[in-house]
């Protein structure tokens, strides 16, 4: 039973245009979720996290969006740039599970020149 | 800066031998995770440790091990190794206390012959 969902494997983008990436839970006992950036043969790199009493965070060119009600968190990168081109992993954090994760599957961003 | 360090990068072993991989931390974290990553499955939770020689399964433990001796390493063992445990083994550490992110090494990419 997938948890977090990422329903979009992949994402192909314009440099300079907005990226959205998705993601969609179940468990109504999360409470805090992050996102992090994995290129290939190196480890996921934290990125951004979002507390469930928030409903947007922001870091420089990275927003994160949490839409309690439909269970959805989205992570906007504007201007995107050609070093975004990654894996994008959505996770969450329950309510008292001590910094447990649960990841979904992962979105391969593509920013083209 | 946090620093996870994997012994690895790379490892080929032979169906049936023991193998250890370990994972060093440098930022005196409560927590250490062990997690693989396959194509397709995201991140999955093999085992988890929120104290020197405590150890919890996370959501895949079967056919590994781990130890936790002392804080700042964390050892993931296959007791007799398959090729359905050919991987990209990450570990991860983090603060504790809830809504802390957890950091990753740079993983070590297993193959099982």
């Known amino acids: 039973d997938q948890q977090v969902k990422q329903n979009s494997p992949s994402l192909s983008v314009q440099e300079g245009r907005i990226s959205i990436l998705n993601c969609d839970y179940t468990?109504?006992?999360?409470?805090?979720f992050l996102w992090y950036k994995k290129y290939p043969a190196e480890g996921p790199t934290f990125l951004i996290s979002i507390s469930s009493i928030k409903d947007k965070n922001e870091d420089g060119r990275f927003t994160v969006f949490l839409n309690k009600s439909a269970k959805h968190l989205s992570l906007h990168i504007v201007p995107s740039q050609p070093g975004d081109s990654a894996v994008y992993f959505c996770a969450a954090e329950e309510e008292s599970s001590g910094d447990k994760l649960t990841f979904g599957t992962g979105t391969r961003l593509a920013v083209r020149p | 800066d946090v620093k996870v360090t994997q012994s690895s990068r790379y490892l080929v072993k032979r169906t049936g031998e023991k193998v250890f991989l370990e994972c060093v931390q440098d930022m005196d974290h409560e927590n250490m995770f062990w997690y693989r990553q396959d194509p397709g499955l995201g991140l999955r939770l093999i085992y988890f440790s929120y104290d020197v020689k405590m150890k919890e399964k996370g959501d895949i433990p079967e056919g590994y091990s781990v130890s936790r001796e002392k804080k700042e390493r964390f050892s993931l063992i296959l007791e007799s190794a398959s090729t359905n445990q050919t991987s990209m083994y990450l570990c991860a550490s983090s603060e504790g206390g809830g809504n802390q992110p957890q950091h990753f090494g740079d993983g070590t990419r297993l193959s099982i012959l």
């Open positions: 468990n109504s006992m999360f409470d805090y």
